[in-house]
């Protein structure tokens, strides 16, 4: 036993540690119940509305004269909003039943937030590698995971015991799994450009390379690039339509479709049981937007400001230490990935919802064949053009 | 990696697999066969061998065993649940899994390579480039027939499901 302890790398066990509660409490967590805010904002803006901006944060609690109430206002609502959410009575129906009916929302989250893992936030802060777990298949890894998300709505729509929840819960788990063949498939022209799986090493080429999406970030641009530049459109355009339906987004929230099926799988939730899918619907967001951000367009890299080690950049920023460049690599890929959530949020106010034929026969007849049009096609090219 | 590791994830495995026989809810036994192959997962993991623990989580946690469950949800639990336990059966299968492993350990035992360390891996392991390579190079033609033969196989699915053959 004592020898079973001792072949532990205990300075990477502390490192992981800090690198996952930093990244879960301070970062995910609060970014998206601030998701659940901008997305009330951002609805409110589309629609000529105002939206929450009452809510400040409570100093007069403190013995302050007035609550602080800062930039546009309503930045306290998420607390408020959370502490609403944990105060609930948590109401568990009697024709329920109650073993699958307690860890499905459990389930749901734990699987978003373990694909967190391996995304690479950062570059290097203090010499520290920012990612959880550096494992050479990442991207495999977070469609493993998160295929077993599926498991928290299917066992909800059906311990819930009752119609809606388990249609919307059917229906949920099979749009799922057909977008998961699309997912899956129309990222493998990347791999055939990158020849590795191992996302900070593809975070890495893309620094060297030029982001995936945008070929001319590091300052040149090849016949081969401009080339290859129409797959990886390809793929970008598939994967994040795709991630639409897989996080049950709008117009692809067919699971939760109000007029027909009340509040699909969750129906019969209520409190916090409620709000952990809620909160794993936008965790699942901020994860998929990460993987976009890490897989097409650069992850933390920004032209022109060096990495973690002081390396690459402009000569200049050099003289700056090292670690203030660390924090500012996390801070770049967070706003890329805020970004994206804007453009999730953007879309949802935007469309209408998909018909559920219309929603399978775009993932199987239109997405499945491209992404194998576009795996032909990045092989040809590669094929022509060798190096 | 540690041996401490592999006892919990080698544990959790047979206690699943061992709750997949005896629970009587379907539900139950299904769930606990997920949870058994994600401890097989993780012993994949420790051994390395990333590229298959992530497969062995992606086909059988995450696509077969969902569709398992579904057909099941969609069944009458409790015609099965109600069903009697058949003993001559049952003792029949007791039997022939003891008899296996005895025979199991029994030839497990006398194997020389079984008694020796194996010699350890070059560090850095690149084990997906490293299945890549040897299935397209190596054994390229058994993977393109298994290839025709699952096209095959979707093919007569589809023409077997539609109502009416013409």
Known sequence: ?387 | MSPLFFWIFSLLMLGFAASVVLNRNPVASALSLVVSFLGLAALYVSLDAYFIGTIQVLVYAGAVMVLFLFIIMLLDLKAEQRRKLNIAVTAGGVIVTLGFVAQLIHVLHRLPIGNQPFSALPAPLDDVRNVGTTLFSAYNLPFQVVGVLLLVASIGVIVLSKRELK
């Open chain 1, 1 to 387: 036993m004592m020898n079973a302890l001792a072949s532990l790398d205990w300075f990477l066990i502390a490192t992981s540690l800090a690198k996952t509660v930093f990244l879960l409490f301070l970062v995910v967590l609060p970014m998206v119940s601030y998701t659940v805010y901008a997305e009330r904002r951002v609805s409110a803006l589309i629609q000529d509305r105002l939206g929450p901006n009452r809510v400040g944060f409570p100093t007069t609690l403190l013995g302050l004269k007035t609550d602080i109430s800062p930039f546009l206002g309503g930045l306290g609502q998420p607390i408020a909003d959370a502490v609403k959410l944990l105060l609930k009575e948590d109401f568990t129906p009697a024709h329920v039943k109650k073993f699958y009916y307690w860890i499905a929302p459990g389930l749901g989250i734990a699987a978003v937030i373990v694909t967190l893992a391996v995304i690479p936030f950062g570059s290097s802060f203090l010499g520290v590698p920012m990612v959880i777990a550096n494992v050479n298949v990442g991207p495999l890894f977070i469609f493993a995971i998160s295929s077993l998300s599926v498991y928290g709505i299917v066992l909800a729509g059906w311990s819930a015991n009752s119609k809606y929840p388990f249609l919307g819960g059917i229906r949920s788990s099979s749009q799922m799994i057909s977008y998961e063949l699309a997912l899956g498939l129309s990222v493998v022209p990347l791999f055939l450009i990158l020849g590795r799986l191992n996302l900070p090493e593809i975070v890495q080429y893309q620094v060297k390379n030029g982001w995936l999406l945008l070929p001319f970030t590091d300052g040149k641009l090849t016949l081969k690039e401009v080339l290859l530049w129409i797959p990886v459109f390809i793929s970008f355009v598939i994967f994040t339509i795709s991630l639409f339906a897989e996080t049950n987004r709008l117009p692809f929230d067919l699971p939760e479709c109000e007029t027909e099926l009340v509040a699909g799988y969750h129906t019969e939730y209520s409190s916090m049981k409620f709000a952990l899918f809620f909160l794993g619907e936008y965790a699942a967001m901020i994860a998929g937007s990460s993987l976009v951000v890490t897989m097409f367009l650069g992850g933390w890299h920004l032209p022109f400001i060096p990495d973690g080690a002081n390396q690459g950049g402009l000569d200049f920023l050099h003289a700056v230490p090292a670690w203030i460049w660390g924090i500012v690599n996390i801070t770049v890929f967070f706003g890329k990935v805020a970004a994206l959530l804007f453009f999730f949020i953007w879309v949802r106010w935007t469309l209408p919802r998909f018909r559920y034929d219309q929603l399978m026969r775009l993932g199987w007849i239109y997405f499945f064949e491209i992404a194998f049009i576009n795996v032909i096609l990045t092989a040809g090219i590669l094929a022509f053009f060798p190096n």
